[in-house]
């Protein structure tokens, strides 16, 4: 890259991200950058899980964004972004019940603060509207962690608007125990499906090679096709 400001545009910091005790958060997960409706759009989320030290339980929250990219820092992003707000059920269940409108044009998106301890430590995944993404929870013990699969819509930082979604459910804890090698999450990508009405499927890989997927949009329009090629020599 030529980060040489005197032949390209300077770089510019986008935001600081930070909870709502004003604590900086950490990103250790591939922000995505997507066009919506002719907006840039990054979506990214906090946490981190990258050695022994960051199994213990820890006081600083956080969060996942929807941050709209118009070339110019977006300031206190608690003020600037609508606020999503998550509850919890007595089965665990994670739902928005109240969504706040999102208007593009007035605020610079929207973020959610994840329940307690709860850490978006890999990269979240696009479908055609909305956008998936995985959170883990340490257990004390790097074979152990708790891990909850989200899905919202991309615009408007709410539960998907279909059946699967009613009342507001955008996620729900995974089970990640089939194997001896313990629970936890390592990897997710999104899929295709193959029905005659289009769908997204969003799967996740987990500690003992356990792989889980689930339909997150259906009756997207349209058929996964060819859109490249690979010569493999054996």
């Not at 059920?89 to 605020?107: C, F, H, L, M, Y």
């Not at 074979?143 to 009613?166: F, K, P, Q, V």
């Not at 500690?207 to 997207?220: A, F, P, R, S, Y």
Request: charged share 20%; hydrophobic share 40%; with cysteine.
């Amino acid at each position: 890259f030529d980060l040489d400001p005197a032949s390209i545009t300077p770089v510019l910091r986008l935001a600081t991200l930070v909870d709502a005790a004003n604590r900086p958060q950490t990103i250790t997960a591939r922000p995505a950058l997507l066009e919506q409706r002719g907006q840039r759009i990054v979506l990214v989320g906090t946490g981190r899980i990258l050695g022994l030290g960051d199994l213990s339980p820890e006081t600083r929250g956080n969060s996942f964004y929807a941050l709209l990219d118009s070339g110019a820092e977006l300031g206190n992003v608690r003020t600037a972004l609508v606020q999503q707000t998550v509850t919890v059920t007595a089965s665990g269940q994670r739902r928005i019940e109240n969504p706040q409108p999102v208007d593009w044009g007035v605020k610079k998106g929207w973020f959610i603060d994840l329940p307690a301890d709860e850490r978006a430590n890999l990269p979240s995944q696009q479908g055609i509207a909305a956008v998936a993404f995985v959170t883990n929870q340490p257990q004390g013990d790097p074979c152990t962690m708790n891990s909850y699969r989200y899905a919202l819509d991309i615009l408007g930082g709410s539960a998907l608007n279909d059946a699967a979604h009613a009342g507001g459910l955008i996620g729900s804890a995974m089970d990640m125990t089939q194997g001896a090698a313990g629970s936890g999450v390592v990897s997710t990508r999104i899929v295709p499906g193959g029905n005659a009405g289009g769908e997204v499927k969003h799967c996740v890989r987990g500690l003992d090679g356990t792989l889980q997927c689930v339909d997150i949009e259906k009756n997207v329009g349209a058929r996964p096709k060819k859109t490249g090629w690979r010569r493999v020599v054996r």
